[in-house]
């Protein structure tokens, strides 16, 4: 995408081009897709309810990949929870997550399992990496967490992977804990309620080099890129104030049509 010159008639019988965005501009790059990428799902024996069944030979498996998660509703009330812990799945060291957050909620649960799973009120607790183990079937350290803070239902996420072209998060186990080392009783128990979901970021990125302000400089040289693709965009504000629009010209770009 390149300058974008509005036209807008100034007499009855003509139309005469005029710049009502100029370089400088304030610009910014937008992906309004989001929900169109939702996309969580699992082979009929790797639902979330696998994640937490305290077997290694079981596993969470979501399609949906990158910011797929669970969410979790312990039978036995709230808890606080100050530190979890992940085992690998049985395969496919790509499909480890690589990144979490932590979210809680004392709202009733009403998403659904292959849902966005924020139909409630979630508050973030924390964020972090993860460098679980090469090997399979194997629980991964502790991951401490700040929280002294008590609620009814926990939200994981996991917004990457170890290698993000692996298109498919899994695991075999999670454990949460009330202890910030992994020790103790666990928070989670065979049959309470998982949820599996998908949640994934807005992803509008340009590279350093081709970033929206490009698409007002009235440089031909220059372009803008967006990685979010289909239902991305700008939004523009004139420097010079309210206008009316009325047509638009677009140059393209220098290279992939």
């Known amino acids: 995408m390149k300058p974008v ?19 400088g501009d304030p610009a910014l790059a937008i992906d309004r897709d989001l929900a169109a990428l939702i996309n ?27 910011y797929s998660g669970i969410i979790v509703t312990p039978a036995a009330g709230s808890s606080t929870v100050r530190s979890f812990v992940i085992t690998t799945a049985s395969d ?9 957050e932590l979210y809680g909620t004392n709202d009733v649960v009403s998403s659904t399992d ?21 090997a399979r079937l194997t629980a991964g350290a502790a991951v401490a967490v700040t929280n002294e803070t008590a609620y009814t239902s926990y939200r994981i996420l996991f917004p990457t992977l170890r290698n993000a072209a692996a298109g498919i998060l899994q695991f075999a186990e ?6 910030p080392n992994g ?24 590279p350093d080099a081709e970033q929206v302000q490009n698409v007002l400089d009235s440089d031909p040289a220059t372009k803008y890129l967006n990685f979010g693709k289909i239902n991305t965009g700008f939004i523009v504000t004139p420097a010079a104030g309210a206008t009316v629009a009325q047509s638009l010209i677009v140059t393209t770009a220098n290279d992939a049509v």
């Open 40 to 66: 969580s799902d699992y082979p009929s024996n790797d639902s979330a309810a696998s994640a937490i069944d305290r077997r290694t030979d079981t596993k969470y498996a979501n399609t949906g990949g990158l």
């Open 174 to 179: 999670i454990q949460l804990y009330s202890t």
């Open 5 to 23: 010159i509005l036209l807008i008639p100034v007499a009855a019988s003509a139309v005469f081009a005029a710049d009502l965005i100029t370089p």
């Open 92 to 100: 496919v060291p790509d499909r480890d997550p690589a990144s979490w």
């Open 114 to 134: 292959n849902s966005r799973g924020d139909a409630e009120n979630w508050t973030l607790i924390e964020s972090g990496t993860l460098d679980l183990p090469a």
């Open 183 to 206: 020790s103790g009783a666990p928070v989670l128990s065979q049959n309470d309620a998982a949820l599996a979901i998908n949640l994934p970021a807005l992803d509008s990125r340009s």
